[in-house]
């Protein structure tokens, strides 16, 4: 059996070495050259545990990496699914794109997987058109199926190894087929259902992640009102065996919780109630994380906001993933208020990307009197005592020092 991957971002990667590495015949398919050719030189094109090692284990068993499609038995499509911000809606044109060239070259009988995230129906609406234009008849000509990723940055190869997973397809058999395919490396279980079903349960999933964080930041700005240590109770309210609150933060970022509730806002108006009130609170956090920044500088007596310095630009901690992460929203909020000066930091992050970002942590910090924690880096909670002389916003409550302010 021959699969082609198409996309080799951080989910595409992460899965056509896995594949290759359980014995798989691969071929990744990448339209940025660039991408290509770092992979083709033995580099991987981002940073994340355990990847170089699953990379030489793929290479050893001939993995390829090009810019072309090619023929194959199943083609497993993984480019990105954002969402339209003007109507909430998904932008299927990357997986429209995907699934035109892959028809251009596959055979009959082959079995398109779209492992991109999608709201419900998606396939439907974008996908099946596409076959019936070209005179192929889904379930005869080809099969398609619907097998959503479920891996985080940070524990990709760990998750993809042991979560958990759902396949979507027209025909039992076939998603049985795409089953076996999977099971090469997965130890989760797998269930096999219709690819609308598929398409609901991962947005669902996200969706519910992103309605819990969002209790958690109100209940932030709830305690802040009357002066009130949000993390002691939610602390105090996890002791009933029936509760589990998360730990509010800066913001929601990443690929998936982000994006994915906007699916179901965007489909189902006035129905996504509870799902756009998460949504508007999580948005909102930068904002209230900015708030505090003006708070805690008019109490320390801080008039110049270039003395303030953001550790962290990713979405989440030890990763080098910059997507909508909070530390981005913040300094777009900046923006509409016509402040600019404030220092960046994050020691994944190795380009210059933002104004006034620094790439030596030492500097950074001697540049700036107020530290913003925004990202819990495992270089940060090592290096705490550094933060000593230094007034400090811990938004992730990972900082336990007498100078330091919270949520």
């Excluded at 619907?146 to 039992?172: C, F, Q, W, Y």
């Excluded at 992640?209 to 939610?234: G, P, Q, T």
């Excluded at 402040?339 to 970002?357: L, T």
Aim: hydrophobic residues 40%; negative net charge.
């Amino acid at each position: 059996m021959k699969v082609n991957v198409i996309g080799l971002g951080y989910i595409g990667l992460p899965t056509a070495l896995i594949l290759a590495a359980h014995g798989t015949t691969v071929i990744g398919t990448d339209k940025n050259l660039a991408v290509v050719e770092k992979l083709n030189g033995g580099i991987v094109s981002f940073d994340e545990e355990g990847l170089q090692g699953l990379f030489q284990q793929a290479v050893n068993n001939q993995i390829k990496f090009t810019t072309e499609y090619q023929k194959a038995d199943i083609y497993i499509v993984a480019v990105p699914t954002p969402y339209i911000k003007r109507d909430k809606k998904v932008n299927a044109s990357y997986v429209i794109s995907a699934v035109k060239e892959v028809l251009e070259v596959c055979g009959k009988g082959a079995v398109i997987v779209i492992e991109s995230t999608v709201s419900p129906g998606t396939i439907n609406k974008f996908v099946r058109p596409l076959i019936a234009e070209k005179g192929l008849r889904c379930g005869e000509d080809l099969h398609l199926v619907h097998a959503p990723e479920r891996i985080i940055p940070g524990s990709m190869i760990k998750e993809l190894e042991n979560n958990n997973r759902t396949i979507g397809a027209d025909d039992v058999e076939v998603g049985n087929k795409v089953k076996a395919l999977y099971k090469t490396f997965c130890k989760g279980e797998i269930a096999v259902t219709d690819i609308k079903t598929a398409e609901m349960t991962k947005v669902v999933e996200n969706t519910y992640r992103d309605i819990n964080i969002a209790f958690a930041n109100e209940l932030a700005k709830i305690c802040r009102s009357d002066n009130m240590n949000v993390y002691e109770i939610i602390n105090i309210a996890n002791m009933h065996p029936r509760v589990n609150i998360l730990t509010p933060g800066p913001g929601v970022g990443g690929h998936c919780i982000s994006v994915d509730p906007w699916f179901l806002v965007g489909d189902y108006p006035g129905l996504a109630n509870i799902i756009l009130a998460a949504r508007k609170i999580n948005d909102s956090m930068p904002e209230f994380v900015l708030e505090r920044i003006s708070e805690i500088m008019e109490m320390k007596g801080i008039t110049d906001v270039s003395r303030v310095g953001l550790y962290g630009l990713t979405y989440k901690e030890n990763v080098d993933d910059i997507r909508e992460s909070p530390t981005l929203q913040l300094l777009e909020c900046m923006r509409k208020h016509l402040a600019r000066g404030i220092k960046v930091y994050d020691p994944f992050v190795h380009e210059n990307i933002v104004e006034s970002q620094y790439q030596d942590f030492d500097e950074f910090l001697q540049a700036v009197d107020l530290v913003v924690i925004m990202v819990g880096h495992r270089q940060i909670i090592e290096n705490m005592e550094s933060l000593s002389d230094k007034t400090v916003l811990d938004t992730r409550n990972v900082c336990q020092l007498a100078n330091v302010y919270k949520l």
